[in-house]
């Protein structure tokens, strides 16, 4: 580690695991570079401060009932946290604000929409992470527009033809992302872009050039501030996820056991719920599949149950024949490991860059929002994984989990996925394009 700078910098995660852990990424990242780190976090979701004892944790009240932190509705949630939370956050930092020590700026997540009026009123640079995947965050401003020209009734049949106006989307995947309730997203949207736009810089926590070239040049023409790609930020401290949950261990002496490319990875991520007839049908897929497969299923992730309970029991013991199912998993380690052939993935944004990072092949099951855009970079631009269209059937699963890890089909796409990787990789390496960002975010940073 380098020598303390006198410098602070004080971060506020979004407290949602796909946020999270970046953000802890980028504090181990300036710690190394000689910066102190103070972490503001609410108390819904507070990270495990023991598991980072560098930083300085200061907890905030957040407002939410027993009720409130069960919802599935993840805009509902941000909604009642940015509102719950700006009395205290501002409380917080004007506490800190006079403290001794030279805070340089607040790092915080655009979903934050309440910090950027506050850090100005106290003359704070504020600094905002976004962990999207560039094309996303800077397309998807295009959505309430499209909502309001009545995007979704003008359509007819040709579901599968190339989306314009949010490419390399498809019609069908553009009218899902559109679909539901959205008036309170939009106005939220809306709040996203105009606090960006006023803050002092922008950082993609999992983006590089290697990854979103043309969408950066974009995001620098829109934004018309200093941003900063920084590449997969994990690669920086392999293996030092932050999870909000506590990963199965066990996973990986039983990976130890599998044979090498073997093992088809299966997750969902964080926040993506499914029904019990879907988890009966991907249970079923894995099982005809033959394959060994590791298969994280949450608490909580399978509407109406707690989660695993919907097996029944005879097609539970079928399934402990050739697999493994967890509540959480390592999964950087997973990606890792030798054995991991395939990531069955919702496509999450780090999802996705772990999987590249690690170049395991992924089967795409895109839910909502960005992980539909993620997945057709993956199939249909990088084309370093099948996409199952939606269709979550055990018949298809099957199929795919076959094609992906024993069919010449699988090796080709591999082969490819190795390149991406290795393309990736440089980008995080000295004098690689990531690299070189997060130099000049250290010395932006330092220079206020
Ligand atoms: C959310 C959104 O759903 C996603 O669309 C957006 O791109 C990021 O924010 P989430 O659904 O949780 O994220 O998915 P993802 O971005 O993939 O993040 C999940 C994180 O949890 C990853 O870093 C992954 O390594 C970790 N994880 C997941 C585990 O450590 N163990 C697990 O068992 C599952």
């Known amino acids: 580690m380098e020598k303390s700078n006198g410098l602070r910098v004080i971060m506020f995660p979004l407290p949602i695991q ?11 990242i300036l710690h190394s570079r000689g910066f102190s780190i103070t972490v503001i976090h609410t108390r819904f979701n507070a990270p495990k401060t023991s598991n980072h004892s560098l930083f300085t944790f200061l907890e905030i009240p957040d407002g939410l009932s027993e009720k409130d932190k069960s919802t599935h509705d993840v805009t509902l949630l941000l909604t009642l946290l940015n509102r719950s939370c700006e009395a205290p956050f501002r409380e917080c930092l004007t506490k800190l604000l006079q403290e001794k020590q030279r805070i340089s700026c607040l790092i915080d997540d655009a979903g934050w929409i309440f910090t950027q009026p506050v850090a100005q009123s106290l003359n704070l640079p504020r600094l905002v992470t976004n962990t999207y995947k560039v094309s996303f965050f800077v397309g998807h401003f295009v959505l309430p527009p499209l909502r309001r020209d009545r995007y979704l009734l ?19 995947d553009l009218l899902q992302i559109l679909e539901g309730e959205t008036e309170v997203l939009d106005s939220y949207s809306d709040m996203i872009l105009q606090t960006t736009k006023a803050s002092s810089g922008l950082i993609f926590v999992s983006s590089c050039e290697e ?21 997969p930020s994990h690669s920086y401290f392999p293996g030092s996820s932050s999870s909000l949950f506590t990963p199965d261990q066990t996973c990986i002496q039983w990976l130890d056991k599998q044979e090498d490319n073997s093992v088809i990875y299966v997750s969902f991520g964080s926040v993506v719920n499914i029904t019990e007839s879907e988890l009966l049908e991907v249970a079923w ?30 097609l539970m013991e079928r399934l402990e024949e050739k697999g493994k199912i967890v ?18 993935t919702h496509n999450g944004w780090n999802s996705t860059v772990e999987s590249v990072c690690e170049g395991v092949p992924m089967i795409c099951v895109p839910s909502v ?15 370093v994984g099948l996409h199952l269209e939606g269709r979550i059937e055990r018949d298809e699963i099957e199929r795919v989990v076959r094609r992906l890890l024993l069919e010449p089909e699988g090796e080709v796409i591999r082969e490819r ?13 000295e004098n690689g394009s990531a690299n070189r960002s997060l130099q000049d975010l250290v010395d932006y940073i330092s220079s206020f």
């Open 154 to 172: 003008q359509q007819g049949s040709e579901q599968d033809e190339p989306a314009e106006e949010f490419p390399p989307l498809r019609k069908k």
């Open 18 to 28: 796909g946020c999270v852990n970046p953000m802890f990424q980028l504090a181990k």
């Open 285 to 314: 897929g894995l099982r005809n599949s033959e394959q060994p497969f590791l298969w994280v299923v949450r608490v909580g992730m399978v509407n109406g149950t707690k989660g695993v309970e919907a097996i029944p029991e005879e």
């Open 417 to 429: 996925m190795k390149l991406l990787k290795e393309k990736v990789g440089r980008s995080v390496k």
């Open 211 to 231: 990854l979103d070239q043309d969408s950066l040049s974009q995001a620098r023409k829109d934004f018309q501030l200093p941003i900063f790609a920084i590449g």
């Open 327 to 344: 509540k959480w998993a390592p999964q950087q380690e997973v990606l890792k490991h030798r054995a991991t052939g395939g990531f069955l």
């Open 369 to 383: 929002w960005d992980q539909l855009l993620n997945a057709r970079f993956v199939s249909d631009v990088w084309m």
